[in-house]
């Protein structure tokens, strides 16, 4: 794949100005699917379900098969709408969308077209120096998921040179709802930081309601970035890119960017945009081109026959209305002064999307500082090196069961870390790590104080130096313990040890 020309960015933002536009689908964590009586694989209870087990005959795309509409899948999406400060619609219907998909049995897709279930709304988001930017959105519909599939045989793991293509049905009638804002107008330098930003807070929207596992890694949450560019003074927006299925913040953000610079040199030098859909590359944080946009007569939408129009009755969504949760915004202040943050603290954590790991873990037991020195610190900088999200890497749970190993003095911050590494390598939980490597501390004084005597033999005169007063002179035996014992000593312990003997020499 030829290498794109760039232009650098701040020339880019000279020359252009940069319009956005987020598509965002959210899976639903419902028991089961949007049109079939089969279990959900975006239920945490199903996971780790083997291939096209959780399908059943509409999922197949069977003759005679029959959609059924999942009533909670409807709740959540009314309550999605609302936290969006959207419109719900009296009456919206299901459409067929027309498209071939090779991992959808009935080779078209049950969503909604010009009757989504939420219209007009807008949503606050927070940047990282906390400005606050109001996205519009457009609506916020109702539809089925696509299947997977896997290509074997290539060397990218992409359709081009495989041998042959496996297709999973399980994610196949999977509840989602896809938001669409307007056009967002106005962002110019930070229109990657504001689709990263809006992205986490959709992703906080989710959680707090609680219709979605919200896992990015797993694909719960995904993302479709728009780019167009125009030049400086014009009215007429640009011929838009769709960068798809961007499962990252991080990568949205490093797309958005790639694309306002690639679209930028091809202006520059006189030629056009094409309106397509396109690849994100994680590897190269590159994109490519994937295939020309349809627009909606393309798709040759029209009602769907085998479903009745959702019509939620009004005392049904002032029910769903008065159990929204608090907003992100208020919820971001609230937190901050819960965990007693400082604003540099605090923007740590929001700034890498760590928020919801962070609240879990203090819920889990850990302090509000010990759970953001490790997502912030080692869990975020393991994730920079392997390019993953750092939520994918480890559990809240395990990160305060690992915290609650040190507090008990069975673990140094030095051993956590190698507890840490087998926890994210899949060795089991922190104890069934710390108990098959061998890890703890050392707290048997016998042992600690065989280890000091035979340091102070190679070293006799470190115990008269202490006692004139030279205590400073106990760290050369200290640190020949900690090298002995593998780290695996207390240091604060040895050296109270070392201390005794001086005295008592």
């Known amino acids: 794949m030829a290498t794109a020309k760039l232009m ?41 379900a083997a291939p096209n087990t ?45 498209y071939f998909y090779p991992d959808l049995g009935k080779n078209y897709q049950i969503s909604q077209y010009d009757e989504p279930i939420a219209f007009e709304g807008s949503v606050e988001v927070e ?33 081009q040179g495989a041998e042959y293509s496996l ?45 979605s596992e919200a896992r990015m890694e797993r694909g719960n949450i995904r993302c479709d970035a728009n780019v167009s560019l125009r030049p400086r003074g014009a009215e007429k927006l640009g011929t838009r890119t769709e960068t798809k299925n961007v499962n990252s913040m991080r990568s949205v953000e490093r797309a958005v960017r790639y694309e306002i610079q690639r679209q930028a040199a091809i202006l520059a030098d006189g030629g056009t945009i094409i309106q397509e859909t396109r690849h994100w590359h994680e590897d190269t944080g590159t994109t490519s081109p994937g295939r020309p946009k349809s627009d909606a007569d393309d798709y040759r939408y029209f009602p769907e026959p085998d479903l009745l129009p ?40 929001a700034n890498g999307g760590l928020l919801a790991e962070v609240e879990a873990t203090v819920a889990a037991g850990a302090s509000p500082a010990a759970a953001r020195k490790w997502w912030t610190g080692e869990i975020t900088r393991v994730a920079n090196a392997e390019g993953r999200e750092p939520a994918a890497l480890v559990s809240p749970e395990n990160v305060a069961a690992l915290q609650k190993l040190i507090d008990a003095g069975t673990l140094t911050d030095k051993l956590a870390r190698q507890v840490l590494e087998g926890v ?30 035979e340091a102070l033999a190679s070293q006799p005169d470190v115990l008269a130096k202490i006692r004139d007063g030279k205590v400073q002179a106990a760290g050369a035996v200290i640190g020949a313990v900690m090298k002995a014992m593998k780290g695996q000593a207390d240091a604060a312990r040895v050296r109270e040890l070392v201390l005794e003997r001086a005295a008592q020499a």
């Not at 990282?128 to 290539?154: C, F």
């Open 424 to 453: 994210i390598a899949g060795e089991g939980t922190p104890q069934e790590v710390v108990d098959a490597r061998g890890l703890a501390v050392v707290s048997d004084d016998g042992a600690l104080i065989a280890a000091i005597d």
């Open 8 to 48: 650098d960015f701040d020339k880019a933002l000279e020359l252009f100005e940069p319009v956005i536009g987020l598509e965002v689908h959210v899976e639903l964590n419902t028991r089961t699917k949007m049109f079939s009586p089969a279990a959900n694989p975006a239920h945490a209870d199903n996971h780790d």
């Open 310 to 349: 959702v019509e939620p009755s009004i005392e049904l969504i002032e029910e769903l209305r008065a159990a929204l949760p608090e907003p992100p915004a208020v919820r971001r202040r609230r937190l901050k002064g819960d965990w007693g943050f400082t604003d540099l603290e605090f923007q740590d954590v």
């Open 54 to 98: 959780l399908v059943a005959p509409v999922d197949m795309g069977l003759p005679g098969s029959m959609p059924t509409v999942n009533a909670e899948a409807i709740r959540s999406s009314i309550s999605l709408g609302l936290a969006l400060g959207c419109s719900i619609a009296p009456s919206s219907r299901f459409a067929r969308k027309n």
């Open 127 to 159: 940047l990282s120096d906390g400005t606050i930017v109001t996205v519009p959105i457009e609506r916020a519909h109702m539809e089925e998921d696509a299947g997977k599939l896997t290509h074997v045989g290539g060397a990218t793991g992409r359709i």
């Open 167 to 211: 297709v999973d049905y399980n994610r196949a009638g999977v509840p989602l709802v896809e938001i669409v804002t307007k056009p967002i107008l106005g962002a110019e330098h930070r229109a990657p930081e504001l689709a990263k930003a809006y992205l986490a807070t959709i992703r906080d929207i989710a959680i707090g309601l609680g219709i």
